[in-house]
């Protein structure tokens, strides 16, 4: 116990020096301190002071302006269809024996564009054809003995005229009723022949029927069925097949557009419109309104709307999608000189912040935050009525959640 008191009181602490572990503590703490303080700037900087690259878009004033060219008031989008379009079927059912057309064949009014087997529609005809030899065969004979009967009642009619006591009354009276029967036959043996006629007619009919021909003249734009497929009038389920090609008149093509109906009072018959397909779109085609159709689509809040494609071109095919600006006739926009002029963004611009539209202005490089009245959609755009002037540049996208400031590196879309 003594030893052990003696060891303990040798321990001291020599406060003059201190040890290593101390020193290399005390350098790691502030290194980390120097990290944690890199990191947050960096962390700052790139919420705060970083540059985001974003899509922009300008505000287009749609109305008004120095140059006098129409512009567009309203835009929509739809697909180019052929007025003249038809699903090509069979009138009877059979099995495909020729077809003489492919994709893209031209073909005229009443020209044969396929048939049918038809060795038993032919055998048809030829009987009716029988048929009809053999009840003018008939016709003859029964016409042949009416006349013989109407001399022979002729004959004692007038013997009895000149002699009573040679032929009797009664004798003159069956040779009427025999030669009055005799005409009944021929009159019945004459309908027959009708009959026979009729028959070979409706037999030619369905024999004709197995020739498929063209409604009218257009372009094959699909083939339906293959030789050796079974078609009918209407699709019976299984290997049954209800057209045999689907052909249109390109001569007629046109765009059919849904135009929301908050904007149909801007668009009137004959206005002229301007065409842009996707497969092409640095191109522009000139058209002119055919049709509003007198109906609303309620679940769309959309009327359809027809515009006639007045620049044809090969290019065009029916089906392509297309987008339709509707223009502002010259009158009309110099009649209103006066009246400010219609803002259209892409819808995508447009926000919703609580209820309000919004859209994010672009300027000097930082975002802005601005408050607008936008109408519905319509063909991709919508409509600013109040809050913008028109040419500043709008934040598209590349920002999810955009704040008053953000810098930004803008890129504009068209």
């Known amino acids: 116990m003594t030893n052990s008191t003696h060891d303990l009181a040798k321990l001291h ?28 700037a960096v962390v700052i900087f790139a919420r705060r002071g970083g540059v985001a690259p974003v899509q922009v878009v300008v505000a287009t004033a749609t109305a008004g302006g120095p140059t006098g060219a129409a ?43 396929a048939r049918l087997e038809n060795a038993d529609y032919r055998a048809a005809v030829a009987q009716a ?43 003159v009276d069956q040779a ?16 027959r022949v009708d009959a026979a006629l009729a028959g070979l007619r409706f037999a030619e009919a369905n024999s004709d029927n197995t020739q498929i021909r063209a409604p009218f003249s257009g372009t094959v734009l699909r083939k339906e069925a293959e030789v050796g497929e079974v078609v009918a009038p209407s699709v019976g389920g299984g290997l049954t097949r209800g057209a045999v090609v689907t052909m249109a008149d390109l001569g007629t093509l046109e765009v059919e ?27 522009g085609f000139r058209g002119v309104v ?21 620049d044809r071109d090969p290019r065009i095919l029916p089906e392509m ?17 006066s009246a400010p002029p219609r803002i259209r963004i892409p819808a995508a611009a447009v926000r ?33 009525r109040s809050g913008l002037a028109g040419g500043e540049l709008l934040l598209a996208g590349g920002v999810d959640v955009p704040r008053p400031g953000m810098r930004v590196k803008p890129a504009v879309t068209p």
């Open 290 to 310: 055919r049709q509003v159709v007198p109906t609303a689509d309620r679940q769309r809040a959309t009327v359809q709307v027809k515009v006639s494609i007045t």
């Open 257 to 283: 557009v849904d135009v929301n109906e908050a904007y149909i009072a801007r668009i009137k018959h004959n206005q002229a419109a301007r065409i842009t397909l996707d497969a092409y779109p640095d191109t």
């Open 129 to 171: 054809q029988a048929a009809v030899a053999s009840a003018r065969a008939d016709s003859i004979e029964a016409a042949s003995d009416r006349d013989q009967l109407e001399r022979d009642a002729q004959r004692l009619r007038t013997i009895h005229a000149q002699n009573r006591e040679l032929v009797a009354q009664q004798d």
């Open 352 to 384: 919703d912040d609580n209820g309000q539209s919004v859209v994010w202005v672009v300027r000097q490089g930082r975002l802005e935050r601005r408050a607008v009245e936008a109408g519905p959609v319509s063909g991709g755009f919508r409509e600013i």
């Open 13 to 40: 602490i020599d406060r003059d020096t201190p040890p290593a572990v101390r020193r290399a503590f005390t350098r790691n703490l502030v290194v980390a301190g120097a990290a944690v303080v890199l990191i947050g």
């Open 321 to 337: 999608g297309a987008r339709v600006d509707f223009l502002d006739p010259d009158t009309s926009r110099s009649a209103t000189a």
């Open 71 to 113: 512009s567009a008031s309203v835009t929509a989008n739809g697909y180019v269809v052929a007025r003249t379009r038809a699903s090509v079927s069979s009138k009877v059912a059979g099995r495909l024996a020729y077809l003489s057309v492919s994709e893209g064949s031209f073909v005229r009014k009443g020209e044969v564009i």
């Open 176 to 191: 009427e009723s025999r030669a009055a029967q005799g005409s009944a036959r021929a009159q019945a043996a004459a309908a």
